[in-house]
């Protein structure tokens, strides 16, 4: 059974690729827990979280789950760069936050770490967010990483 998110629809979630291929069943491509944790904080933080906006005509489409279309990954590949993103892996996502710079939504988060279902990484220094929870080897709530 597919978990959708109550605040985002795939469009924001999944590039164009995956979409018009797959539709509904990319539901599947994702790890839920990452479903949940980016819902949770949306409706926490009560605020617009822009992820992917090309059904809207923007600009953002490999913000969510990244396929092997998809420019980012086409170019590693053309390049012979091993590229293991969590975006391939269906738990990562890049967002910013209406009204909010992204050191002001790392700090939100680490204020309020009690909120999330599971451990998150969030990438430091970038001025968007990137948030995943792939494995990390420590018990922490939140783990900052370099690029
Ligand atoms: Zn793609
Ligand atoms: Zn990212």
Redesign the pocket.
Known sequence: MFWPPENFILEELVCKHVFDKWGYNSWSFFDDRALRTIDIIRRRLNKRMIINNWKWGGEFTQRGLRCNQCQLVKDKTEAGIVYCTP?VRGI?F?FDVEGMVAEEVRQWLIKHKEILPVPIRL?AGVNWV?LDIAPVPTLEKITLFNP
């Open positions: 975006h990562a890049d990438e990137h």
